[in-house]
């Protein structure tokens, strides 16, 4: 009965590698986001889908490609991984009736430990 | 831009007392959410609770309860009777109403970690 669900849980790859880790909610939210963790716990939003389109696109390095199928899917893509892509990353969702969604508060998968050595 | 600030990296509390986590936060808006999650050493972000800035109330859920201060742009979670499994990392967020055409990012704080001894 898992609402956000992500994989993997740990992923331990080498610099220059490409990865892959997938998040599916099975809450029947229209929104889905990624937010990356780094090593001192700060929080920031790197991508948002909604109903499969991009509606957030922060500054990230363009070797990261979101990708969402359908509204219920969203896998985040990381080419030639570097030392300092090492973080926690997580993924998110939210209903909103509309493309906004303000005031609905986002449910969290469990996030991904990713470690490039 | 709209900034998040914890200004207590870290804080301690008694089991069965009350702690009170600050929280301020940025902005030239008058229409937002405020939300405070907890995230434990399991890695889970957990809702703990969330209040309307046009709410003058402040919200309450069981032993969590906040202290929204709109014009001194403040929004402290105080949680009462303190239990050792609310050890924790706390963020303060926050997510402005969009404007037309756009979407509005939840905007976090950087924390404060919270523990509870006997």
């Known amino acids: 009965d898992t609402a956000v669900s992500q994989t993997p849980k740990y992923l331990v790859t080498q610099m220059g590698n490409d990865k892959s880790i997938k998040c599916e909610q099975n809450?029947?939210?229209?929104?889905m986001y990624w937010y990356k963790q780094d090593s001192k716990k700060f929080l920031k939003i790197m991508f948002s889908?909604?109903?499969?389109?991009?509606?957030i696109n922060e500054t990230v390095p363009n070797r990261f490609s979101p990708k969402s199928p359908d509204k219920a899917h969203l896998n985040l893509h990381i080419n030639s991984l570097e030392l300092g892509d090492s973080a926690v990353y997580f993924c998110?969702?939210?209903?909103?009736?509309?493309?906004?969604?303000?005031?609905?508060?986002?449910?969290f998968g469990n996030g991904t430990r990713l470690t490039v050595t | 831009a709209q900034t998040v600030t914890q200004s207590q990296p870290e804080m301690s509390v008694q089991e069965a007392e009350t702690v009170t986590l600050s929280c301020t936060y940025d902005?030239?808006?008058?229409?937002?959410?405020l939300f405070w999650y907890k995230q434990p050493p399991s890695r889970q972000m957990i809702l703990v609770i969330r209040?309307?800035?046009?709410?003058?109330q402040n919200a309450t859920e069981n032993r969590f309860s906040v202290n929204f201060q709109k014009a001194a742009k403040s929004f402290s979670l105080k949680i009462s009777d303190s239990q050792l499994g609310d050890a924790a990392m706390y963020f303060c967020a926050y997510r402005p109403r969009p404007t037309t055409g756009t979407a509005s990012k939840l905007t976090f704080g950087t924390g404060t970690r919270l523990q509870v001894t006997l």
């Open positions: 809450l029947g939210h229209d929104t």
């Open positions: 889908y909604n109903n499969k389109e991009l509606i």
């Open positions: 902005t030239s808006e008058s229409d937002y959410y």
């Open positions: 209040q309307e800035a046009y709410k003058q």
């Open positions: 998110a969702s939210s209903q909103g009736v509309q493309k906004i969604s303000y005031n609905s508060p986002l449910h």
